[in-house]
């Protein structure tokens, strides 16, 4: 599997429009046991856009975040935005695929959408197995998505929102079936405020004070709601980001460990060193080595 060297930074791929139907925030396409060389897909990469992927059927293997996933048929995948994403090799697929954006899921008509836990993926789920009924009810929906996709007109955004919600929201009801944890609390707004103000600041603030800061409240009261309804403390959040994006960059990349520790807002490597092994157990030298012999 392709690693990145040292000096490469992470691609993200910045979603490319159908120009010819004129949709500039969702696809669809379909593939009938067809094989598309992209080598840059086969190193890691970022996808500025979801991605949902239906296959019929397909054999081969792709990551996500560090997990394998064997391809099976009758599987449907997804990934959101700013996931590290990798293919091992390229190989005859059946099925569809769908990429949309975040701007698509701002329109008002698409608003409902980000609700749904296919969306919202609570679980960092990537895959459901689909019945035959399933499949039965997926085909249908995507040819109906792939037919209005194709036919242009002043209805055509209306038809293909109304045909996603179903589509989304049936597979919705898959995932919290396959997905058994119990389900989150509508009582959570603070903390997904809170999540989602550590995924876009993670590198430059480390403190829960400067989060509270940001959110106008008291570290106090973050602290207290955060902790009531994850069960971790507000830091914690913040350090298993930090681990998380640690260990894409020790497997997925070629940069010191110094290099990364500077990525990620440390000023001092040494701190991060520690940072890490207390966090994980193993210093960061010694994950990318045992990680990597995993996997070979």
Same mark, same amino acid.
């Given at each position: 599997?392709?690693?990145?060297?040292?000096?490469?930074?992470?691609? !993200?791929?910045?979603?490319?429009?159908?120009?010819?139907?004129?949709?500039?925030?969702?696809?669809?396409? +379909?593939?009938?046991?067809? @094989?598309?060389?992209?080598? =840059?897909?086969?190193?890691?990469?970022?996808?500025?856009?979801? @991605?949902?992927?239906?296959?019929?059927?397909?054999?081969?293997?792709?990551?996500?975040?560090?997990?394998?996933?064997?391809?099976?048929? =009758? *599987?449907?995948?997804?990934?959101?935005?700013? +996931?590290?994403?990798?293919?091992?090799?390229?190989?005859?697929?059946?099925?569809?695929?769908?990429?949309?954006?975040?701007?698509? @899921?701002?329109?008002?008509? =698409?608003?409902?959408?980000?609700?749904?836990?296919?969306?919202?993926?609570?679980?960092?789920?990537?895959?459901?197995?689909?019945?035959?009924?399933?499949?039965?009810?997926?085909?249908?929906?995507?040819?109906?998505? +792939?037919?209005? #996709?194709?036919?242009?007109?002043?209805? +055509?955004?209306?038809?293909?929102?109304? %045909?996603?919600?179903?589509?989304?929201?049936?597979?919705?009801?898959? %995932?919290?079936?396959?997905?058994?944890?119990?389900?989150?609390?509508?009582?959570?707004?603070?903390?997904?405020? #809170?999540?989602?103000?550590?995924?876009?600041?993670?590198?430059?603030?480390?403190?829960?004070?400067? #989060?509270?800061?940001? /959110?106008?409240?008291?570290?106090?009261?973050?602290?207290?709601? !955060?902790?009531?309804?994850?069960?971790?403390?507000? *830091?914690?959040?913040?350090?298993?980001?930090?681990?998380?994006?640690?260990?894409? /960059? @020790?497997?997925?990349?070629?940069?010191?460990?110094?290099?990364?520790?500077?990525?990620?807002?440390?000023?001092?490597?040494?701190?991060?060193?520690?940072?890490?092994?207390?966090?994980?157990?193993?210093?960061?030298?010694?994950?990318?080595?045992? *990680?990597?012999?995993?996997?070979?």
């Amino acid at each position: 599997m392709h690693t990145l060297s040292s000096t490469q930074q992470i691609p !993200v791929h910045a979603f490319e429009p159908d120009e010819a139907v004129g949709n500039k925030s969702f696809t669809i396409a +379909q593939s009938e046991g067809g @094989l598309v060389y992209e080598p =840059n897909l086969l190193t890691p990469h970022r996808k500025a856009y979801y @991605l949902m992927v239906f296959l019929k059927h397909n054999r081969g293997r792709h990551w996500v975040d560090m997990v394998p996933y064997d391809h099976e048929d =009758n *599987i449907f995948y997804f990934t959101t935005p700013h +996931q590290i994403l990798i293919k091992e090799e390229p190989s005859p697929t059946w099925g569809s695929h769908l990429t949309f954006t975040d701007e698509f @899921l701002a329109l008002q008509q =698409n608003a409902a959408l980000r609700e749904l836990p296919l969306i919202q993926n609570p679980y960092n789920g990537h895959q459901l197995r689909l019945s035959a009924a399933d499949v039965a009810v997926v085909e249908e929906l995507l040819a109906k998505i +792939q037919a209005e #996709y194709t036919r242009p007109g002043e209805w +055509q955004h209306q038809m293909l929102s109304a %045909y996603l919600t179903v589509l989304l929201t049936y597979l919705s009801r898959l %995932y919290t079936e396959q997905f058994t944890a119990a389900e989150p609390s509508d009582d959570k707004l603070l903390l997904k405020t #809170y999540q989602a103000h550590i995924e876009e600041y993670y590198r430059e603030l480390h403190e829960v004070g400067a #989060y509270a800061g940001r /959110l106008h409240i008291s570290a106090g009261h973050l602290s207290e709601v !955060v902790k009531a309804q994850s069960g971790k403390p507000a *830091i914690k959040h913040i350090h298993e980001r930090l681990v998380l994006e640690a260990r894409r /960059l @020790l497997f997925h990349t070629q940069q010191s460990v110094k290099e990364i520790a500077f990525d990620l807002g440390f000023s001092d490597a040494s701190y991060f060193n520690r940072f890490f092994k207390r966090e994980t157990g193993v210093a960061p030298a010694e994950y990318r080595t045992s *990680i990597r012999k995993m996997y070979q």
